[in-house]
């Protein structure tokens, strides 16, 4: 069975979606059984201060769950869609505390990015998804 990007992105949205690590672990497990790598990472912090950090957090996730090596390129098209992504969020986010999960999925030369987060102050949340696809060579 072979998967597109479309396939691709679905999954990272699940695994941003997952609420649990055990959910995480599970969900991880199936799609490794597919041939679907998949990495995940919590992120979250004052939106615009943050976006260094989350971008390096992928990087780091993706490297540390061999969805993708240590590479220029590979790091490059992970950096490029999770910037993408956050951008995505950027119009509700700007100047407010973001928390979540952001996720990655890849298949061949799929690979997806998913940020799944809660933007706001106190208790008057707002909920946002940014997702972006890359392909690798």
């Known amino acids: 069975m072979t998967y597109g990007s479309r396939k ?3 999954v990272a ?5 997952t609420e649990t690590r055990e959910e995480e672990q599970k969900e991880k497990k199936f799609y490794a ?7 995940a990472v ?3 912090g004052e939106y ?3 976006i260094k ?3 390096e957090r992928a990087i780091v996730a993706g490297k540390r769950e061999g969805v993708i090596r240590d590479t220029h390129s590979e790091e490059g098209a992970v950096a490029g869609a999770t910037r993408e992504a956050l951008s995505q969020i950027m119009p509700k986010a700007i100047g407010l505390n973001v928390g979540g999960k952001l996720a990655m999925a890849r298949y061949q030369d799929h690979i997806s990015v998913a940020v799944f987060l ?9 909920v946002s ?9």
């Open 129 to 137: 998804i940014g997702l972006a696809h890359r392909t690798i060579a």
């Open 8 to 10: 691709i992105a679905s």
């Open 13 to 17: 949205i699940k695994m941003a979606l």
């Open 53 to 55: 950090k989350i971008v």
């Open 33 to 39: 059984d597919m041939g679907i790598k998949t990495a």
């Open 118 to 126: 809660g933007i706001g102050l106190v208790h008057l949340d707002e």
């Open 42 to 44: 919590d992120v979250g």
């Open 48 to 50: 615009l201060a943050t």
